[in-house]
């Protein structure tokens, strides 16, 4: 039996980019209001990072049909909810700077390329980029 299946790498794509695209947004509203500091920056990403992976996983498992249901979907889908929702967090570990916003939407943009890419789908590739990057540009904007 494989280890990571087909249907994990699913749940690790759609959970892994919905935490990247939420956080992006939390941190580009901290900014925009005046984050002073990394830690204000951090507080409502990781607040975030939270509820998003509890209500990611918690639908996956609700989502299937009753007696159907898949604890390790649900387990698949959080654990990548949070790594997802954690990435463009990190660099505010250490301020909340223009070299934190460009490491930020850096990392956002990678992210994305790899999720687009390990889909296998051009559009998708291509459609995850350009999103990640407009998000990004957006906290960059609003920094």
């Known amino acids: ?14 959970g892994s980019f919905d935490g990247m695209a939420s ?8 900014l925009a209001v005046g984050a002073a500091s990394g830690a204000h920056v951090l507080g409502p990403a990781v607040g975030l990072a939270v509820a998003s992976t509890l209500s990611m996983g918690s639908g996956r498992y609700l989502q299937d049909e009753k007696g159907k249901r898949s604890l390790h979907r649900a387990l698949m889908m959080g654990v990548f ?8 967090a990190i ?24 999720i687009g890419r390990v889909r296998g789908y051009r ?21």
């Open 91 to 114: 660099p505010f570990l250490t301020g909340a700077g223009a070299a934190q916003v460009i490491a930020g939407a850096v990392i956002v943009v990678l992210g994305a390329a790899l």
């Open 81 to 88: 909810t949070l790594l997802g929702s954690s990435l463009p």
């Open 23 to 30: 956080v992006v947004g939390v941190i580009a509203g901290a």
């Open 123 to 143: 559009i998708t590739f291509i459609l995850l980029t350009v999103s990640a990057g407009a998000a990004a540009g957006l906290s960059a904007v609003v920094a």
């Open 1 to 14: 039996m494989a280890v990571f299946t087909a249907d994990d790498l699913k749940q690790a794509v759609y």
